[in-house]
């Protein structure tokens, strides 16, 4: 029997070098079905006093050798031709900017900004400079979004947030800025550190984050509390929802709105404060440390007004407290929810719904998902959420809204805790509020 169905799962793996992904399921079949066979053997041999045993060898069952051996032969075969037709279809992948494989970028300038940060940006070579263009406008038409650098040596990578583009001609020449803080025993930030002008980095990617325009809805506020380099995706959203503002959806005569709370352990790092603040005697003097990322905050000062504000925190100083998130919100002068009760089921609005996703889940269902919230009084309430958005390192954004999940295999939001938990429980204004954790 045994070799009966060793020989039906070799008939069924016809044609399996042209599907590599099931060439382990059969060589596991093979094997386990040869166990029995093998296992008849020594029960034949065995003597029991309830079971007494004349059989002599000549009568025992004789495996076909000739029958066993091909079909083994052949398996290995198949393992041998599925893996190479696999390995041979990886290396022949498009060699730009891709989610399966590191793929090398030049790096064309690196930018001292403060004692421990700097500003890298990287340039895809020429060969695939169209191929990789038209990635990066379609990523920063999604708004959100990373890349995976990794460290050759060690072979670990690490998830990093580009800047938004100076200017469209970086996007057309395939470059890309990341701010990046060295870290003590930070392997992968030590490693960024010590590479030039003229060396590569290895890219992976892109990952695409939220869908900030879909979680709105009609909403129009975002207030984004950031630590360290987590200023990154903030003006992403920034960049995305004031500079891109034709496209924009606001509430009638209102206006997109996007408020930063910016923390960092010191005020070096404290990009653009002194020049937007005016406070330090460097400021007044005229002698405040310049980089391109204060000009950038600075400008978007300047474009937007005041649909665009920017905070700093120092830890040396004080710490962001739940009264500035109070500001910040609006709750002071809010006395109830203003938006439409949220349907627990829709994929875009719902609390409950939204502690089971992963931020990349939503550029899969953008299409195939719609909102599915319904006015439950007045046809005029507004529908959609506001975002507080939390990002930085892990014990930061754990601080403030409890730490990410891992559920079957991927990284969920998981319940709001922290502070901005704390919160939730208290206050029903806070109802009308979405917590993005990045």
Same mark, same amino acid.
């Given at each position: 029997?045994? +070799?009966?169905?060793?020989?039906?799962?070799? *008939?069924?793996? /016809?044609?399996?070098?042209?599907?590599? $992904?099931?060439?382990?399921?059969?060589?596991?079949?093979?094997?386990?079905?040869?166990?029995? =066979?093998?296992?008849?053997?020594?029960?034949?041999?065995?003597?029991?006093?309830?079971?007494?045993?004349?059989?002599?060898?000549?009568?025992?069952? *004789?495996?076909?050798?000739? /029958?066993?051996?091909?079909?083994?032969?052949?398996?290995?075969?198949?393992?041998?031709?599925?893996?190479?037709?696999?390995?041979?279809?990886?290396?022949?992948?498009?060699?730009?900017?891709?989610?399966?494989?590191?793929?090398?970028?030049?790096?064309?300038?690196?930018?001292?900004?403060?004692?421990?940060?700097?500003?890298?940006?990287?340039?895809?070579?020429?060969?695939?400079? %169209?191929?990789?263009?038209?990635?990066?406008?379609?990523?920063?038409?999604?708004?959100?979004?990373?890349?995976?650098?990794?460290?050759?040596?060690?072979?670990?990578?690490?998830?990093?947030?580009?800047?938004?583009? =100076?200017?469209?001609?970086?996007?057309?020449?395939?470059?890309?800025?990341?701010?990046?803080?060295?870290?003590?025993?930070?392997?992968?930030?030590?490693?960024?550190?010590?590479?030039?002008?003229?060396?590569?980095?290895?890219?992976?990617?892109?990952?695409?984050?939220?869908?900030?325009?879909?979680?709105?809805? &009609?909403?129009? &506020?975002?207030?984004?509390?950031?630590?360290?380099?987590?200023?990154?995706?903030?003006? $992403?959203?920034?960049?995305?929802?004031?500079?891109?503002?034709?496209?924009?959806?606001? =509430?009638?005569?209102?206006?997109?709105?996007?408020?930063? =709370?910016?923390?960092?352990?010191?005020?070096?790092?404290?990009?653009?404060?002194?020049?937007?603040?005016?406070?330090?005697?460097?400021?007044?003097?005229?002698?405040?440390?310049?980089? +391109?990322?204060?000009?950038?905050?600075?400008?978007? $000062?300047?474009?937007?007004?005041?649909?665009?504000?920017?905070?700093?925190?120092?830890?040396?100083?004080?710490?962001?407290?739940?009264?500035?998130?109070?500001?910040?919100?609006?709750?002071?002068?809010?006395?109830?929810?203003?938006?439409?009760? @949220? !349907?627990?089921?829709?994929?875009?609005?719902?609390?409950?719904?939204? @502690?089971?996703?992963? !931020?990349?889940?939503?550029?899969? $269902?953008?299409?195939? +998902?719609?909102?599915?919230? /319904?006015?439950?009084?007045? %046809?005029?309430?507004?529908? #959609?959420?506001?975002?507080?958005?939390?990002?930085?390192?892990?014990?930061?954004?754990?601080?403030?809204? #409890?730490?990410?999940?891992?559920?079957? #295999?991927?990284?969920?939001? #998981?319940?709001?805790?922290?502070?901005?938990?704390?919160?939730?429980?208290? !206050?029903?204004?806070? &109802? &009308?509020?979405?917590?993005?954790?990045?």
């Amino acid at each position: 029997m045994a +070799s009966k169905i060793c020989s039906s799962c070799f *008939r069924a793996s /016809r044609g399996w070098p042209r599907q590599p $992904q099931n060439l382990g399921f059969f060589a596991t079949q093979h094997v386990y079905h040869r166990a029995p =066979l093998q296992a008849s053997y020594q029960a034949s041999f065995s003597t029991t006093a309830s079971r007494p045993t004349s059989t002599s060898l000549a009568e025992l069952p *004789r495996p076909n050798r000739g /029958r066993g051996r091909k079909p083994l032969f052949f398996s290995f075969a198949a393992i041998a031709i599925g893996s190479a037709s696999w390995y041979g279809l990886s290396e022949s992948e498009d060699d730009s900017l891709n989610t399966t494989r590191f793929t090398p970028f030049n790096i064309i300038s690196k930018e001292q900004v403060s004692p421990t940060a700097f500003i890298l940006t990287i340039r895809c070579p020429g060969a695939v400079l %169209p191929k990789n263009a038209s990635k990066f406008k379609a990523a920063w038409e999604h708004g959100l979004w990373s890349v995976e650098m990794k460290q050759p040596q060690l072979q670990i990578a690490r998830h990093y947030t580009p800047l938004p583009p =100076l200017n469209a001609g970086e996007v057309d020449a395939g470059e890309v800025r990341f701010l990046i803080r060295k870290m003590d025993g930070g392997e992968m930030s030590n490693y960024l550190s010590r590479l030039q002008v003229g060396d590569q980095v290895w890219l992976r990617g892109p990952h695409y984050g939220f869908d900030i325009k879909k979680r709105l809805g &009609d909403a129009q &506020d975002v207030v984004f509390v950031a630590g360290g380099t987590g200023i990154a995706p903030a003006l $992403q959203i920034a960049h995305k929802l004031l500079d891109a503002s034709s496209t924009s959806n606001t =509430l009638q005569s209102g206006k997109l709105s996007v408020r930063i =709370l910016w923390a960092n352990r010191k005020n070096v790092d404290s990009l653009g404060r002194e020049q937007l603040t005016g406070r330090s005697k460097e400021a007044k003097r005229g002698r405040a440390m310049e980089s +391109s990322l204060t000009n950038q905050v600075m400008e978007l $000062q300047r474009k937007h007004g005041d649909s665009f504000t920017i905070d700093y925190f120092v830890d040396d100083e004080r710490f962001i407290a739940q009264s500035d998130i109070n500001a910040a919100l609006g709750l002071q002068a809010q006395k109830q929810p203003v938006f439409a009760r @949220a !349907d627990k089921s829709c994929r875009w609005h719902s609390h409950e719904r939204l @502690a089971s996703v992963s !931020d990349e889940e939503d550029r899969t $269902q953008t299409l195939a +998902s719609k909102c599915t919230c /319904r006015p439950h009084k007045m %046809p005029e309430e507004p529908i #959609g959420r506001n975002l507080v958005c939390v990002s930085g390192p892990d014990g930061f954004i754990e601080a403030f809204a #409890g730490s990410k999940r891992w559920f079957g #295999g991927r990284e969920i939001q #998981g319940p709001v805790l922290g502070l901005l938990g704390s919160m939730k429980r208290i !206050d029903p204004r806070m &109802d &009308d509020w979405l917590v993005l954790k990045m």
